[in-house]
Structure formats: structure tokens, C-alpha cells
């Protein structure tokens, strides 16, 4: 699972990536680039998301250690 995760989450980052070269700075907010934003946040969310999986799996398996 840990190895699917930061698989996940490196997809995640290149998404980032990607989108940042998407994005136009002279016009932010037209076009493409509200595209490119939002698969930024989108992205931004998902890598959050797994890391507070792999966390709350840490400390599962330490509270089964515990028992």
C-alpha cells in the first residue's frame, strides 16, 4: 500500500507540474490557465489527501502493535 501511495502521489506532483507550465501569468484568469488552476487545487488536494492516509495507516498499525 505505501508503495501505491507514494506512486499516487508522485502522479500527483507531476500533475502540478504540468499545470504550472499550462498557466498563462500575463492573463491568469482567461483561458487555459483557469483550467491549469484548477487542476492545480485539484492535484494540491489529492496529494493531501494521501498523505493524510498514510498517516492515519502509521498510526493504525502502531495502535495494533500496542494491543
Given at each position: 500500500?505505501?508503495?501505491f501511495t507514494s506512486i499516487l502521489v508522485?502522479?500527483?506532483l507531476a500533475l502540478i507540474v504540468f499545470n504550472?507550465?499550462?498557466l498563462?501569468?500575463?492573463n491568469p484568469f482567461q483561458g487555459d490557465?483557469?483550467?491549469a488552476f484548477i487542476g492545480i487545487a485539484a492535484s494540491f488536494c489529492a496529494v493531501l489527501i494521501l498523505l493524510?492516509?498514510?498517516i492515519s495507516k502509521r498510526i493504525e498499525?502502531?495502535?495494533n502493535d500496542n494491543r
Amino acid at each position: 500500500m505505501k508503495i501505491f501511495t507514494s506512486i499516487l502521489v508522485l502522479l500527483a506532483l507531476a500533475l502540478i507540474v504540468f499545470n504550472i507550465t499550462l498557466l498563462d501569468f500575463q492573463n491568469p484568469f482567461q483561458g487555459d490557465s483557469i483550467v491549469a488552476f484548477i487542476g492545480i487545487a485539484a492535484s494540491f488536494c489529492a496529494v493531501l489527501i494521501l498523505l493524510i492516509f498514510r498517516i492515519s495507516k502509521r498510526i493504525e498499525e502502531k495502535m495494533n502493535d500496542n494491543r
